[in-house]
Protein backbone atom coordinates (compact mmCIF):
# COMPACT_ATOMS: atom_id res chain seq x y z
CA UNK A 1 0.00 0.00 0.00
CA UNK A 2 1.32 3.30 -0.96
CA UNK A 3 0.51 7.09 0.80
CA UNK A 4 -0.68 9.52 -1.32
CA UNK A 5 0.85 13.18 -0.19
CA UNK A 6 -1.64 15.49 0.81
CA UNK A 7 -4.72 12.54 1.13
CA UNK A 8 -5.75 10.25 3.01
CA UNK A 9 -5.96 7.81 0.67
CA UNK A 10 -3.63 4.68 0.80
CA UNK A 11 -3.96 2.60 -2.62
CA UNK A 12 -2.77 -0.54 -3.93
CA UNK A 13 -0.16 0.37 -7.11
CA UNK A 14 -0.85 -1.94 -10.48
CA UNK A 15 1.68 -1.41 -13.29
CA UNK A 16 -0.51 -1.16 -16.38
CA UNK A 17 1.67 -2.10 -19.30
CA UNK A 18 5.73 -0.80 -19.73
CA UNK A 19 5.62 1.80 -22.47
CA UNK A 20 6.74 0.60 -26.06
CA UNK A 21 9.10 1.82 -28.32
CA UNK A 22 6.87 4.28 -30.93
CA UNK A 23 5.95 3.58 -33.97
CA UNK A 24 7.28 5.52 -36.73
CA UNK A 25 6.22 3.77 -40.35
CA UNK A 26 2.80 5.43 -40.15
CA UNK A 27 0.63 7.36 -42.77
CA UNK A 28 1.11 10.93 -42.86
CA UNK A 29 -1.53 12.40 -39.91
CA UNK A 30 -2.14 8.81 -38.43
CA UNK A 31 -2.63 9.08 -34.75
CA UNK A 32 -0.50 5.86 -33.65
CA UNK A 33 1.51 6.95 -30.04
CA UNK A 34 -0.53 7.85 -27.28
CA UNK A 35 0.31 9.63 -24.15
CA UNK A 36 -2.17 9.88 -21.26
CA UNK A 37 -1.60 12.28 -18.66
CA UNK A 38 -2.84 10.75 -15.11
CA UNK A 39 -4.72 13.52 -13.11
CA UNK A 40 -5.77 12.65 -9.41
CA UNK A 41 -8.70 10.50 -9.52
CA UNK A 42 -8.71 10.02 -12.53
CA UNK A 43 -11.51 7.87 -14.17
CA UNK A 44 -10.14 3.91 -14.85
CA UNK A 45 -12.73 3.18 -16.60
CA UNK A 46 -12.37 5.80 -19.28
CA UNK A 47 -8.72 5.27 -19.56
CA UNK A 48 -8.75 1.19 -19.66
CA UNK A 49 -11.49 1.65 -22.51
CA UNK A 50 -9.00 4.08 -24.29
CA UNK A 51 -6.12 1.64 -23.86
CA UNK A 52 -8.29 -1.79 -24.79
CA UNK A 53 -9.06 -0.24 -27.91
CA UNK A 54 -5.24 -0.03 -28.32
CA UNK A 55 -4.47 -3.05 -27.25
CA UNK A 56 -6.87 -5.45 -28.83
CA UNK A 57 -5.74 -3.77 -32.09
CA UNK A 58 -2.38 -4.97 -31.70
CA UNK A 59 -3.57 -8.68 -30.89
CA UNK A 60 -5.62 -8.57 -33.52
CA UNK A 61 -2.87 -7.45 -36.50
CA UNK A 62 -0.53 -9.76 -34.52
CA UNK A 63 2.28 -6.34 -34.47
CA UNK A 64 2.43 -3.60 -32.77
CA UNK A 65 0.29 -0.93 -34.36
CA UNK A 66 -0.09 1.53 -31.56
CA UNK A 67 1.76 2.32 -28.68
CA UNK A 68 0.79 4.37 -25.46
CA UNK A 69 2.73 5.46 -22.33
CA UNK A 70 1.23 7.11 -19.21
CA UNK A 71 2.91 10.42 -17.60
CA UNK A 72 1.99 11.89 -14.24
CA UNK A 73 2.96 15.54 -12.81
CA UNK A 74 6.58 13.88 -12.13
CA UNK A 75 6.47 10.30 -12.92
CA UNK A 76 5.23 8.68 -9.59
CA UNK A 77 1.80 6.48 -9.13
CA UNK A 78 -1.62 8.14 -9.44
CA UNK A 79 -4.02 7.00 -7.47
CA UNK A 80 -7.41 6.51 -9.58
CA UNK A 81 -11.26 7.22 -8.76
CA UNK A 82 -11.26 3.64 -7.72
CA UNK A 83 -8.48 3.82 -5.23
CA UNK A 84 -6.67 1.54 -7.23
CA UNK A 85 -3.05 3.75 -8.30
CA UNK A 86 -1.42 3.49 -11.87
CA UNK A 87 1.99 2.96 -11.91
CA UNK A 88 3.17 6.03 -14.41
CA UNK A 89 6.12 5.70 -17.15
CA UNK A 90 7.42 9.00 -16.82
CA UNK A 91 7.09 12.32 -15.69
CA UNK A 92 6.12 15.55 -17.88
CA UNK A 93 9.62 17.14 -17.99
CA UNK A 94 11.10 13.71 -19.10
CA UNK A 95 8.78 12.77 -21.96
CA UNK A 96 9.83 13.17 -25.77
CA UNK A 97 7.34 14.99 -27.49
CA UNK A 98 8.92 13.43 -31.08
CA UNK A 99 7.67 10.22 -29.55
CA UNK A 100 4.01 11.05 -29.51
CA UNK A 101 1.07 11.96 -32.01
CA UNK A 102 -1.64 12.27 -29.19
CA UNK A 103 -1.50 13.83 -26.23
CA UNK A 104 -4.50 12.64 -23.79
CA UNK A 105 -5.50 14.10 -20.50
CA UNK A 106 -7.24 11.58 -17.86
CA UNK A 107 -10.30 13.22 -15.93
CA UNK A 108 -12.92 11.54 -13.82
CA UNK A 109 -15.91 12.63 -11.64
CA UNK A 110 -13.44 13.75 -8.53
CA UNK A 111 -10.79 15.29 -10.59
CA UNK A 112 -9.61 18.54 -9.66
CA UNK A 113 -10.81 21.14 -12.45
CA UNK A 114 -8.08 23.65 -12.27
CA UNK A 115 -5.62 22.12 -13.71
CA UNK A 116 -2.03 21.77 -11.70
CA UNK A 117 0.56 24.42 -12.93
CA UNK A 118 3.45 22.05 -14.01
CA UNK A 119 0.59 20.56 -16.58
CA UNK A 120 -0.42 24.51 -17.82
CA UNK A 121 2.83 25.08 -18.51
CA UNK A 122 3.41 21.55 -20.19
CA UNK A 123 0.29 22.07 -22.62
CA UNK A 124 1.57 25.57 -24.16
CA UNK A 125 4.95 24.28 -25.21
CA UNK A 126 5.28 25.52 -28.48
CA UNK A 127 5.92 21.92 -29.60
CA UNK A 128 2.74 20.61 -28.21
CA UNK A 129 0.98 22.28 -30.39
CA UNK A 130 2.06 20.13 -33.22
CA UNK A 131 0.32 17.25 -31.63
CA UNK A 132 -2.92 15.74 -31.87
CA UNK A 133 -4.70 16.75 -28.30
CA UNK A 134 -7.14 14.44 -26.26
CA UNK A 135 -9.47 14.51 -23.33
CA UNK A 136 -10.95 11.97 -21.44
CA UNK A 137 -14.30 12.31 -18.99
CA UNK A 138 -13.42 16.21 -18.04
CA UNK A 139 -9.77 16.51 -19.09
CA UNK A 140 -11.65 19.16 -21.60
CA UNK A 141 -10.70 21.57 -18.65
CA UNK A 142 -7.02 21.58 -18.36
CA UNK A 143 -6.71 22.09 -22.19
CA UNK A 144 -9.22 25.08 -21.91
CA UNK A 145 -7.42 26.40 -19.02
CA UNK A 146 -4.26 26.81 -21.65
CA UNK A 147 -5.48 28.13 -23.57
CA UNK A 148 -6.28 25.26 -26.58
CA UNK A 149 -9.95 25.36 -27.61
CA UNK A 150 -10.64 28.30 -28.36
CA UNK A 151 -13.15 28.46 -30.92
CA UNK A 152 -12.61 24.62 -30.63
CA UNK A 153 -15.77 22.08 -30.52
CA UNK A 154 -15.49 19.44 -27.47
CA UNK A 155 -17.30 17.62 -24.84
CA UNK A 156 -17.41 16.46 -21.18
CA UNK A 157 -19.44 14.39 -19.07
CA UNK A 158 -22.97 16.16 -18.22
CA UNK A 159 -21.97 16.68 -14.89
CA UNK A 160 -19.49 19.62 -15.78
CA UNK A 161 -21.47 21.25 -18.82
CA UNK A 162 -22.38 24.04 -16.87
CA UNK A 163 -19.23 25.02 -15.35
CA UNK A 164 -17.23 24.44 -18.21
CA UNK A 165 -19.64 26.97 -20.34
CA UNK A 166 -19.17 29.26 -17.15
CA UNK A 167 -15.31 29.35 -17.03
CA UNK A 168 -14.66 29.07 -20.42
CA UNK A 169 -17.76 30.31 -23.30
CA UNK A 170 -15.55 30.55 -26.07
CA UNK A 171 -15.13 26.53 -25.92
CA UNK A 172 -17.97 25.44 -28.37
CA UNK A 173 -19.24 22.76 -25.93
CA UNK A 174 -21.20 19.57 -28.25
CA UNK A 175 -23.95 18.08 -26.44
CA UNK A 176 -22.77 13.94 -27.42
CA UNK A 177 -20.97 11.08 -25.49
CA UNK A 178 -17.54 12.19 -28.34
CA UNK A 179 -16.62 14.34 -30.93
CA UNK A 180 -12.98 14.04 -33.19
CA UNK A 181 -11.88 17.36 -34.36
CA UNK A 182 -9.09 18.29 -36.59
CA UNK A 183 -6.27 18.34 -33.83
CA UNK A 184 -8.74 17.60 -30.76
CA UNK A 185 -10.68 14.65 -29.68
CA UNK A 186 -12.87 14.49 -26.41
CA UNK A 187 -14.73 12.01 -25.00
CA UNK A 188 -17.73 12.29 -21.85
CA UNK A 189 -16.96 8.85 -19.69
CA UNK A 190 -16.10 5.36 -19.96
CA UNK A 191 -17.97 3.78 -22.63
CA UNK A 192 -17.59 6.48 -25.40
CA UNK A 193 -13.90 6.21 -24.55
CA UNK A 194 -13.75 3.11 -26.23
CA UNK A 195 -15.76 3.98 -29.61
CA UNK A 196 -13.78 7.23 -29.47
CA UNK A 197 -11.00 5.42 -30.14
CA UNK A 198 -11.80 2.93 -32.51
CA UNK A 199 -13.24 5.98 -34.82
CA UNK A 200 -9.58 7.61 -34.85
CA UNK A 201 -8.54 4.30 -36.02
CA UNK A 202 -11.12 3.85 -38.50
CA UNK A 203 -9.61 6.13 -41.65
CA UNK A 204 -6.14 3.97 -41.81
CA UNK A 205 -7.47 0.49 -40.35
CA UNK A 206 -10.88 0.14 -42.51
CA UNK A 207 -14.45 -1.25 -41.09
CA UNK A 208 -13.48 -5.13 -40.96
CA UNK A 209 -10.64 -4.22 -38.50
CA UNK A 210 -12.51 -2.08 -36.35
CA UNK A 211 -15.55 -4.27 -36.63
CA UNK A 212 -13.09 -6.95 -35.16
CA UNK A 213 -12.10 -5.12 -32.09
CA UNK A 214 -15.97 -4.78 -31.95
CA UNK A 215 -17.00 -8.44 -31.75
CA UNK A 216 -14.10 -8.74 -28.52
CA UNK A 217 -15.09 -5.25 -27.19
CA UNK A 218 -18.54 -4.57 -27.55
CA UNK A 219 -20.56 -7.60 -27.86
CA UNK A 220 -22.62 -7.17 -24.58
CA UNK A 221 -23.83 -3.68 -25.66
CA UNK A 222 -23.78 -3.89 -29.25
CA UNK A 223 -26.83 -3.04 -31.10
CA UNK A 224 -28.83 -4.58 -34.16
CA UNK A 225 -26.41 -4.57 -36.75
CA UNK A 226 -23.39 -6.50 -34.56
CA UNK A 227 -21.21 -3.02 -34.73
CA UNK A 228 -21.33 0.68 -32.58
CA UNK A 229 -23.94 3.47 -34.81
CA UNK A 230 -20.46 5.50 -35.90
CA UNK A 231 -19.81 2.06 -38.33
CA UNK A 232 -22.62 2.41 -39.81
CA UNK A 233 -23.87 5.54 -42.24
CA UNK A 234 -27.07 5.02 -40.97
CA UNK A 235 -29.13 7.10 -38.41
CA UNK A 236 -31.71 4.43 -37.82
CA UNK A 237 -29.46 1.26 -37.35
CA UNK A 238 -32.11 -0.83 -36.41
CA UNK A 239 -32.18 -3.87 -38.15
CA UNK A 240 -35.28 -5.31 -40.12
CA UNK A 241 -36.65 -8.95 -38.63
CA UNK A 242 -35.77 -10.85 -42.07
CA UNK A 243 -32.20 -8.71 -42.33
CA UNK A 244 -31.66 -10.61 -39.19
CA UNK A 245 -32.54 -14.07 -40.34
CA UNK A 246 -30.32 -14.04 -43.24
CA UNK A 247 -27.60 -12.84 -40.74
CA UNK A 248 -28.59 -16.08 -38.57
CA UNK A 249 -28.96 -18.32 -41.22
CA UNK A 250 -25.23 -17.03 -42.22
CA UNK A 251 -24.02 -17.58 -38.92
CA UNK A 252 -25.58 -20.91 -38.40
CA UNK A 253 -24.23 -22.38 -41.97
CA UNK A 254 -20.59 -21.97 -42.08
CA UNK A 255 -19.67 -25.68 -43.08
CA UNK A 256 -21.91 -26.30 -45.66
CA UNK A 257 -22.67 -22.50 -47.52
CA UNK A 258 -25.89 -21.46 -48.33
CA UNK A 259 -26.37 -20.22 -51.91
CA UNK A 260 -27.61 -16.66 -52.12
CA UNK A 261 -30.69 -18.03 -53.55
CA UNK A 262 -31.57 -20.51 -51.16
CA UNK A 263 -31.39 -18.09 -48.20
CA UNK A 264 -33.71 -16.04 -49.92
CA UNK A 265 -36.29 -18.70 -50.41
CA UNK A 266 -35.65 -19.65 -46.54
CA UNK A 267 -36.40 -16.17 -45.52
CA UNK A 268 -39.05 -15.38 -48.07
CA UNK A 269 -37.83 -12.09 -49.89
CA UNK A 270 -35.83 -11.91 -53.17
CA UNK A 271 -32.09 -11.99 -53.43
CA UNK A 272 -32.52 -8.35 -54.72
CA UNK A 273 -34.52 -7.34 -51.36
CA UNK A 274 -31.38 -8.82 -49.21
CA UNK A 275 -28.80 -6.53 -51.48
CA UNK A 276 -30.29 -4.01 -50.71
CA UNK A 277 -30.63 -4.40 -47.16
CA UNK A 278 -27.09 -5.36 -46.75
CA UNK A 279 -26.56 -2.03 -47.93
CA UNK A 280 -28.56 0.56 -46.19
CA UNK A 281 -28.04 -1.40 -42.98
CA UNK A 282 -24.52 -2.98 -43.21
CA UNK A 283 -23.07 -0.91 -46.16
CA UNK A 284 -21.59 -4.40 -47.34
CA UNK A 285 -22.70 -7.05 -49.75
CA UNK A 286 -24.24 -10.15 -48.44
CA UNK A 287 -20.97 -12.70 -50.06
CA UNK A 288 -18.50 -9.73 -48.33
CA UNK A 289 -20.45 -10.21 -45.06
CA UNK A 290 -21.15 -13.75 -45.24
CA UNK A 291 -17.27 -13.76 -45.87
CA UNK A 292 -16.57 -12.02 -43.15
CA UNK A 293 -18.21 -14.08 -40.65
CA UNK A 294 -16.38 -16.98 -41.40
CA UNK A 295 -12.86 -15.20 -41.50
CA UNK A 296 -13.92 -14.18 -38.01
CA UNK A 297 -14.73 -17.85 -37.16
CA UNK A 298 -11.43 -19.01 -38.54
CA UNK A 299 -9.73 -16.72 -36.18
CA UNK A 300 -11.20 -18.15 -33.46
CA UNK A 301 -11.13 -21.66 -34.47
CA UNK A 302 -7.19 -20.82 -34.57
CA UNK A 303 -6.54 -19.35 -31.65
CA UNK A 304 -8.98 -21.06 -29.20
CA UNK A 305 -8.93 -24.57 -30.70
CA UNK A 306 -6.27 -26.93 -31.56
CA UNK A 307 -7.48 -28.26 -34.89
CA UNK A 308 -5.35 -28.68 -37.71
CA UNK A 309 -5.46 -25.83 -40.71
CA UNK A 310 -7.64 -27.87 -42.91
CA UNK A 311 -9.93 -28.69 -40.79
CA UNK A 312 -10.44 -25.44 -39.68
CA UNK A 313 -10.90 -24.12 -43.60
CA UNK A 314 -13.32 -27.26 -44.09
CA UNK A 315 -15.26 -25.70 -40.66
CA UNK A 316 -15.34 -22.36 -42.27
CA UNK A 317 -16.94 -23.41 -45.50
CA UNK A 318 -13.41 -23.10 -47.81
CA UNK A 319 -13.22 -25.84 -50.27
CA UNK A 320 -9.42 -25.94 -49.83
CA UNK A 321 -6.51 -24.39 -47.20
CA UNK A 322 -4.96 -22.35 -49.90
CA UNK A 323 -7.84 -20.30 -50.46
CA UNK A 324 -8.68 -20.25 -46.83
CA UNK A 325 -4.93 -19.22 -46.30
CA UNK A 326 -5.45 -16.52 -49.48
CA UNK A 327 -8.63 -14.89 -47.77
CA UNK A 328 -7.63 -14.86 -44.00
CA UNK A 329 -4.48 -12.71 -45.25
CA UNK A 330 -6.41 -10.38 -46.79
CA UNK A 331 -8.92 -9.62 -44.41
CA UNK A 332 -6.19 -10.11 -41.46
CA UNK A 333 -2.83 -9.20 -42.87
CA UNK A 334 -1.04 -11.94 -41.15
CA UNK A 335 -1.23 -15.63 -42.40
CA UNK A 336 -2.94 -18.37 -40.48
CA UNK A 337 -0.33 -20.09 -39.38
CA UNK A 338 1.03 -16.65 -37.73
CA UNK A 339 -1.87 -16.60 -35.80
CA UNK A 340 -1.67 -19.83 -34.56
CA UNK A 341 1.99 -19.32 -33.45
CA UNK A 342 0.87 -16.21 -31.89
CA UNK A 343 -1.43 -17.80 -29.65
Not at 114 to 126: Q, T
Amino acid sequence: MTDFPHTKLKAQIYPIEAACTPVTNKHAGELRNFCFFLQNNFSMMALTSALDALRTANLLSEEQLYTFRLVSIDGGPVCSDLGFAAMADEGLDDLNLNDLDAFVICGGLRVDLHAPAPLIKFLRLSDLRKKALGSLWNGLFALAEAGLMEGKAGVVHRGNKASLRERFPSVDLKDKAYIIGEQCFSCAGGNSALDMMLELMLEHRGKPFVRGICDILTCDRINDTGEPAFLNNQADVRLPENLKDVIALMENNMEEMLSAEEIASLVGISRRQIERQFQRYLDSTPTRFYLELRLKRCHQLLTQTALSMSDISLACGFVSYPHFSKCYRQYFEVTPSQTRRKS
